[in-house]
């Protein structure tokens, strides 16, 4: 007695670059930001500024796979991630942020039913929440 099965950890799901840097210390940081067990990934060369102007078929692609891990999995936390020295999108940092507050309102819109969240990921692989009011307070 007493003896109770322990509740399965859930699944969050993360969107970022193909770049290999960007893995590892975004899945860490998914796992104890928000206690997720398991991170499913949607890797996408410059996934944030894919995002952010999201007009193409590759951005269906990314909500597509998105929607099997929000779905199958029940994920419950989008990460979607910009990072420092991005082959796909070569702008700078201020920009990266940028893009990356736009991509977040834009999965907003779909109506996942999950908390979106945008991060930084910068050269030393350090990953960092990025706040949309303070990005727009420093126009
Ligand atoms: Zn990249």
Redesign the pocket.
């Known amino acids: 007695m007493g003896y109770s099965v322990p509740t399965p950890e859930p699944f969050a799901v993360a969107v970022?670059?193909?770049?290999g840097r960007?893995h590892e210390p975004l899945v860490r940081w998914v796992r104890e930001q928000h206690h997720a067990q398991y991170v499913d990934l949607v890797t996408q060369?410059?996934?944030d500024a894919v995002l952010a102007t999201c007009v193409s078929d590759i951005c269906d692609g990314i909500r597509e796979r998105m929607c099997v891990s929000v779905t199958a999995h029940a994920s419950r936390v989008v990460v979607i991630a910009?990072?420092d020295?991005?082959?796909?999108?070569p702008v700078s940092a201020e920009e990266h942020r940028r893009h990356i507050v736009e991509a977040v309102r834009e999965v907003e819109r779909w109506n996942l039913d999950a908390v979106i969240v945008g991060v930084w990921i910068d050269a030393d692989g350090v990953v960092s929440v990025v706040d949309p009011e303070r990005e727009f307070a420093l126009d």
């Open positions: 970022t670059c193909i770049d960007t060369p410059g996934a910009g990072h020295d991005c082959a796909a999108n």
